[in-house]
């Protein structure tokens, strides 16, 4: 079964902070994708990343990062210098290879920025 | 601007009275799919169609239906709503089979009383 564990249900920082959302993910395919998905205030699913299982390399966007580890079955986001609008819901996301099969969501982590 | 684009954004309606949410898409994908949100259930796939008149159910089918009669289009139908049904419901659309990444409408907020 596929599963996506947020352990970090909240999280609160002052803004200029870095912070590490943890995203730990269970599959037993070799090939599928790892995605970060942003929920602010608004509603709307922001998609940020995406990453194959092929893929290790870490990718930085800006001020936002993000370090894929098979060997522990990781898939963290780091945001350097958070601002206020980094404040949303953030959300990790699996899928496996075959058709038409769903992204398997975690829970989500509460990111809360405060000046 | 490439979207998928939901309507209504709210709605609030009564059991039993059946209502459509339309989902369209510009961006010529040929993969669809209906999610619904719940507070601790979190994103859950309702229905997904991998291209014109090819549906399928995904997690929680079950009280809604779907049709797919042209790419852009992907429309949810709840026949008889039920307070259970009551959820923020998101359309997605990708490329190909799913593999790239979905983009999402603002998605419907919706309340069966």
């Known amino acids: 079964a596929q599963k996506v564990t947020q352990a970090q249900t909240e999280i609160s920082v002052v803004e200029k902070e870095d912070v590490t959302l943890d995203c730990v993910y269970e599959t037993r395919d070799t090939t599928y994708y790892l995605f970060w998905y942003k929920q602010p205030p608004s509603g709307e699913l922001v998609f940020l990343i995406r990453r194959n299982s092929f893929d290790e390399q870490n990718e930085i966007s800006g001020r936002y990062s993000w370090n894929f580890q098979k060997s522990t079955s990781s898939f963290n986001f780091t945001i350097t210098a958070s601002q206020v609008v980094d404040s949303a819901v953030y959300f990790c996301?699996?899928?496996?290879?075959?058709?038409?099969?769903?992204?398997?969501f975690g829970k989500g982590t509460t990111l809360s920025v405060s000046s | 601007e490439a979207q998928v684009t939901q309507n209504p954004r709210y709605l609030i309606t009564v059991t039993g009275k059946k209502l459509t949410v339309t989902c369209s898409q510009n961006m010529n994908h040929e993969y669809m799919s209906w999610y619904r949100q719940d507070p601790g259930l979190g994103l859950r796939q309702i229905y997904y169609s991998m291209n014109v008149e090819v549906t399928d159910k995904g997690d929680v089918p079950e009280g809604y239906k779907v049709s797919r009669k042209e790419k852009r289009n992907f429309p949810l139908i709840l026949e008889s709503p039920s307070p259970n049904q009551t959820s923020l419901y998101f359309c997605a659309s990708s490329p190909h089979s799913g593999h790239y990444g979905y983009t999402f409408g603002s998605g419907t907020r919706l309340t069966v009383v």
């Open positions: 996301a699996l899928r496996n290879n075959q058709a038409g099969t769903a992204l398997i």
